[in-house]
């Protein structure tokens, strides 16, 4: 049988339904729903998506030769149910033609209005309407829309002139008016004779009169829209495969403009920002939609609420609105009755928030456009939670309902929305941790510190931060680098901190020794203001007020009906009791990832931690070792007083050595000082520790295996932490976690010497606790011999940062300088480091899970990667059978939606 590709609706009847969206794009297939659930909707068709793809695969002729019969049986039907003729002088049938993807991509596409005007039918229309004014502005906007979007005289870039617009305004100058609704019929048929005459001189051809020759013109434009570069932008950036193509919706016109009982407007079936259940919206009296876009004239509220709401905020007296800016429900009390009827009859039947367009035709109401409403993560929470007390929607349903990611908007600080109106971005880079900041410009962690303790709000920019600006990073209102990627230092550690960071931001140069940056060419010394928006990467100049994230208890509510449904627990990668308790408090149930590295960095224990790694030999190690042991001890109390009653996987040293030693000459001759050698030995022996490619040199479990007593002090100042606290009622729960394990021998070498440890101190306190020892799995090979690796831990932790890395070859730290080309060009569709690559890296995590757990079925799996907080990372973690995520404490809630999704879509 020929494939259809026609769908028809109209007077209640249609041949598509909702479901059917794929086929029919979400405008055609709700236009045909609303026809099945009685709403009125002027009469038209649908052509397929899937005529879309032949389009782009077989072309024009092809596909206008397969389509003319359906098509014109279809034009027949609209004829049939208006009492009109395509083509007729007398009673001509007016069309619109629409896109519509599956998805809404506003704006993206392209529309025609007022199709099948010509010389002759727009004396028809002006005698059928007894309004020549408006039949010949109708045949303008025709002319101007068809030449602009079919016969391509739309300007390529905003700052080039439409030719329309310039006629125009021309016109309008000569005639010293300022409105559109200023030109007589005489101005409007001028317009349209010089409209013509510019289409002539553009394109070589004459305007086509031919109605049929316009609509085969229009269609194959908006096909043609599918693939212009904003639509393809748009689907590059929201991961919308080409193959979907857009539907072509043809409908008989109707007319918000056709005067004053008429009016063209938009609304929503709840509050789009906030979530209230309050039916809201917009509208222009005498307008065609295309009124409301342009924004030339102030729209009206529809509703009388609404519109005393509006005024109170614009601070316009009752007086002045209830002249000049009436509600519907004042003008047209009829049609703004049926609207809200007709709107409630909509989100009962979608069970949805409904985002509607309409137009009044000479007071009778039409529906052009329903679809769910984009809204805000807030509302989205609200509405959620707001629709399942009211019975519309089901517990599974409130969750698939709401996009893990846009819970973020609800946890970070954000910019007051009317201060960032009027900012002006001077660079963007990646968005490496969200939220929003706002400080005074400081290049040196030590500064940050300083001038955050006289009170100051500051900004860390750097080149890169390492493990030394921690505590700079901490005190900071934001932190923005030059270069590093999406599991930067900065990005991961941001993350971890809730801390807004914009990290390799485009074209800045940072100057340490002047204290300056430039930005695109402007300079920025320190003291200067800048704001951070770390959600879309965005650097402004100056300050932009910020305002602090709520969580309500619609938002707890959500958490807890998550939890119901998941299986997969959720932690969190924390290394300090205050994001410790941020993340139990945003519900993580352990510890997932605690990089012991991070604690050296603090004053007191960076001047043994040096100590020990400048030492000579073994003993001078253990001398240092000797002093940081009660200081990693108080360390893993905190910690572990925090996660009281809940699993901590404690990981062991894992960074090159020399991250943690003096560069300057300064530290080193403080370090000179404190350990009685020469400066120069000092000097010698960093240098020694540096490496060519330190990510893949002397770190992880290799530490441990060539010095054992690394090992050894901290299994015991976990061990000994645990069991003081035991003494005090607090439960600690110890994992000791061996990292960047990728011999077999390695993980064992070190678990012999956790376990002696861990005996050691069993006995001196003649007491003992629970605990378990396992290996992060990190390493390409770690994952292909995970059948051996498994028969001696306990529990497996995947570092996808490092089995990303080292997976693809690509470097941490540098991968910002090719992976935004990468991504432009199409090499890579996603950030491998944001979100797990699961036909690579996901199946070294599958195989070592299936692997690990051929062995000892009680494996216990886990990821604690960056990844851990993607949502669709967190959903592939589900389907391997992992059993649980760990991610930093702000995307806790993320995964916890992520989960209890990925769960109940099996
Ligand atoms: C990893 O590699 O995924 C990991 C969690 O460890 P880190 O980021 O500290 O190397
Ligand atoms: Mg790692």
Redesign the pocket.
């Known amino acids: 049988m020929e494939r259809k590709r026609v769908y028809t609706f109209g007077n209640g009847a249609a041949e598509g339904r909702s479901d059917m969206r794929n086929l029919l794009g979400g405008k055609g297939a709700n236009l045909a729903e609303m026809n099945l659930i009685g709403v009125p909707v002027p009469p038209g068709f649908t052509i397929t998506t899937e005529v879309c793809t032949e389009y782009n695969q077989l072309g024009k002729d092809y596909v206008t030769g397969v389509l003319k019969k359906e098509v014109e049986h279809a034009v027949a039907g609209i004829e049939r149910l208006t009492g009109t003729r395509f083509g007729d002088k007398e009673n001509p049938c007016l069309l619109s033609v629409r896109s519509g993807a599956r998805v809404s991509m506003p704006g993206m596409m392209d529309t025609v209005l007022n199709l099948g005007l010509n010389d002759e039918a727009v004396q028809g229309i002006a005698v059928k309407s007894g309004n020549e004014r408006f039949a010949w502005d109708s045949y303008r906007r025709f002319v101007q829309m068809y030449g602009d979007v079919v016969l391509g005289l739309k300007p390529e870039s905003k700052d080039d002139i439409d030719p329309f617009e310039e006629i125009m305004d021309t016109m309008k100058e000569v005639k010293g008016i300022e409105l559109d609704t200023d030109l007589t019929v005489d101005d409007l048929k001028t317009l349209v004779k010089q409209f013509k005459q510019a289409v002539k001189e553009r394109t070589g051809n004459d305007f086509p009169s031919d109605p049929w020759d316009q609509l085969w013109g229009a269609v194959c434009a908006v096909f043609d829209s599918w693939m212009n570069d904003r639509a393809i932008l748009y689907r590059k950036m929201n991961n919308f495969p080409e193959e979907w193509g857009t539907a072509v919706n043809v409908q008989a016109m109707v007319y918000g403009n056709m005067g004053n009982t008429s009016a063209t407007g938009v609304a929503f079936t709840r509050d789009a920002a906030t979530g209230e259940d309050l039916f809201n919206g917009e509208y222009l009296i005498n307008a065609q939609g295309e009124d409301v876009v342009a924004g030339v004239r102030t729209p009206q509220q529809i509703t009388l609420e609404g519109s005393h709401r509006w005024a109170k905020m614009q601070g316009i007296s009752e007086e002045e609105r209830a002249s000049k800016y009436p509600s519907l429900e004042e003008i047209m009390p009829e049609c703004a009755a049926q609207l809200i009827e007709t709107q409630q009859k909509l989100e009962d039947y979608f069970k949805d928030m409904q985002d509607l367009e309409f137009t009044i035709q000479d007071g009778k109401l039409w529906l052009l456009q329903t679809r769910s409403g984009k809204r805000t993560g807030a509302a989205m929470v609200k509405i959620a939670t707001d629709m399942l007390h009211q019975g519309y929607i089901d517990e599974k349903t409130a969750l698939k309902r709401c996009d893990p990611e846009k819970l973020d908007e609800l946890l970070h600080p954000v910019f007051d929305k009317k201060a960032l109106a009027d900012a002006h971005a001077i660079t963007h880079g990646l968005p490496a941790s969200p939220g929003a900041a706002t400080g005074q410009v400081v290049f040196h962690a030590d500064e940050a510190e300083e001038w955050a303790k006289e009170g100051k709000k500051v900004i860390l920019c750097r080149i890169e931060t390492s493990p030394e600006d921690l505590r700079g990073m901490a005190t900071a209102q934001g932190i923005l680098t030059a270069r590093g990627g999406m599991?930067s230092h900065a990005a991961?550690v941001a993350r971890g901190m809730g801390k807004c960071c914009v990290s390799a931001a485009n074209n800045l140069s940072i100057d340490y020794k002047s204290r300056k940056m430039t930005i695109n060419g402007k300079a920025l010394l320190e003291g200067d203001w800048i704001s951070l928006d770390g959600t879309t990467g965005n650097v402004y100049e100056g300050q932009i007020q910020t305002v602090d994230a709520e969580l309500g208890p619609d938002f707890t509510e959500l958490m807890e009906i998550a939890d119901k449904y998941t299986r997969m627990e959720v932690r969190t990668n924390a290394d300090t009791p205050h994001d410790a308790v941020a993340a139990r408090n945003f519900g993580a149930t352990g510890i997932g990832?605690c990089?012991t590295e991070h604690m050296f960095f603090e004053e007191d224990k960076i001047v043994p931690m040096r100590e020990m790694i400048l030492a000579k030999d073994e003993e001078g190690r253990r001398r240092a070792l000797e002093k940081l042991l009660p200081l990693q001890k108080k360390d893993f109390k905190g910690i572990f007083t925090a996660m009281d009653g809940y699993p901590v996987t404690v990981r062991l040293l894992?960074p090159p050595l020399h991250e943690f030693v003096p560069h300057d000459e300064k530290g080193q001759m403080e370090m000179a000082r404190v350990m009685n050698i020469s400066y120069e030995d000092i000097h010698e022996r960093v240098e020694s520790l540096l490496e060519a490619n330190p990510m893949l040199g002397l770190r992880g479990c290799r530490l441990g295996n060539l010095y054992p007593e690394i090992t050894e002090m901290q299994t015991r100042a976990i061990m000994e932490a645990a069991l003081e606290l035991k003494k005090e009622g607090i439960t600690a729960i110890p994992e000791i976690m061996v990292p960047l394990t990728g011999i077999v021998y390695e993980f064992k070498n070190q678990k012999e010497i956790i376990e002696r440890t861990i005996q050691q101190v069993f006995s001196e306190n003649s007491d003992s606790i629970d605990y378990k020892i396992g290996t992060?799995i990190?390493i390409p090979r770690a994952a292909l011999t995970a059948h051996k690796i498994a028969k001696e831990a306990d529990f497996f932790s995947f570092?996808?940062?490092?089995?990303t890395q080292m997976t693809f070859g690509y470097s941490r730290d540098d991968v910002a300088k090719f992976l935004p080309l990468y991504l432009d060009k199409g090499i890579l569709k996603q950030d491998p480091f944001a979100v797990l690559d699961q036909n690579g890296v996901g199946q070294l995590v599958s195989m070592a899970v299936q692997a690990g757990r051929s062995v000892r079925p009680s494996l216990k799996c886990g990821i604690?990667?960056e990844h851990g907080g993607d949502p669709s990372s967190v959903k592939f973690c589900h389907r391997v059978g992992l059993n649980y995520v760990s991610c930093s404490p702000f995307r806790v809630p993320i995964a916890r939606l992520a989960a209890a999704q990925a769960a109940i879509e099996g």
């Open positions: 599991t991961v990832l990089r894992d992060m990190e570092g996808t940062n490092d089995l604690c990667g």
